[in-house]
Nanobody, 111 residues
């Protein structure tokens, strides 16, 4: 059974940085496409970034140049480095590996 656990959220000031981690177990990790999504209460969940097994990546226009997704197959983990954070980046961030979602981690950008 695949299990996905996010960590690394928190409160940060505008312009600051955070790194989210996504740990995946119970799967042949190196074969999985993994993506990060985010959701604000009352709004649809938004795809933020995707990383494929070959480490190709794709980003939402709203985060291009500020966020970087990466993977470490040896550690069975995917990371989302978020720089130059803005208040509008405030959301619950979810990791998905294949069709399995994590529980989410809150990111709040506020002064």
């Amino acid at each position: 059974q695949v299990r996905v656990v996010e960590s690394g959220g928190g409160l940060v000031q505008p312009g600051g940085s955070l790194r989210l981690s996504c740990a995946v177990s119970g799967a042949i990790f190196e074969l999985y496409t993994v993506d990060w999504h985010r959701q604000v209460v009352g709004k649809q969940r938004e795809l933020v970034a995707t990383i494929w097994p070959g480490s190709n990546t794709n980003y939402a226009d709203s985060v291009k140049g500020r966020f970087t997704i990466s993977r470490d197959n040896a550690k069975r983990a995917v990371y989302l480095q978020m720089n130059s954070l803005k208040p509008e980046d405030t959301a619950v961030y979810y990791c998905r590996a294949g069709q399995t979602w994590g529980q989410g981690t809150q990111v709040t950008v506020s002064s």
